[in-house]
């Protein structure tokens, strides 16, 4: 247990590999007798497969490494790939709603309705309120605002990407659900 460093590396070998190494670099003396020095009553093939796993041990490593960057560059092909879906489609929805919000600013009444988990709201006039909760006009949200179109709009703007159809009420749903769950009436 109180081996020094010295002793433990001369155990592991490591010293003697340094060593050899040394010497095969700069051969101050030739050997004597023509042969190569050799330890006592050590023999070489412990290291020479300690260099082979070592060997197998830096080609799992270099193979692992290759798998890593294959399969980062594959996420990022995906995502970057995923993004450009999405550039396409916020593209043809503002395309799309160009020139069709009918939002006005002197609306006087606020439309409340969920949307991303959180409640939300909309100005709009009276006729156009009535229009919402009968399902004749819809709230499309583009670029963090919302925007009133009407049924035809938003049933296209639906098919492009679902998630950007802010309120749609079901004329055929239920007379009295105006899409504002009864809890949250006001």
């Known amino acids: 247990m109180a081996d020094s460093l010295r002793d433990q590396l001369l155990k592991s070998g490591i010293v003697k590999q340094a060593r050899d190494e040394q010497r095969a670099k700069s051969p101050s003396q030739p050997p004597r007798g023509g042969r190569p020095p050799q330890g006592k009553g050590r023999s070489h093939a412990p290291q020479s497969r300690r260099d082979n796993g070592e060997m197998d041990l830096a080609k799992a490593y270099a193979i692992r490494a290759q798998a890593e960057a294959t399969e980062r560059k594959r996420a990022e092909q995906e995502a970057a790939e995923q993004a450009r879906v999405r550039r396409e489609r916020k593209a043809k929805i503002q395309k799309l709603l160009e020139g069709q919000a009918l939002n006005k600013a002197e609306a006087d009444q606020v439309r409340h309705f969920e949307y991303g988990g959180k409640i939300r ?66």
């Open 121 to 186: 709201r909309v100005h709009v006039d009276a006729d156009q309120l009535t229009a919402l909760n009968l399902g004749q006009l819809a709230v499309v949200q583009q670029n963090g605002r919302y925007l009133v179109v009407t049924q035809a709009i938003a049933e296209q703007v639906r098919e492009i990407d679902p998630h950007q159809l802010a309120l749609l009420v079901d004329p055929q749903a239920a007379s009295d659900d105006d899409g504002v769950p009864d809890d949250l009436m006001w």
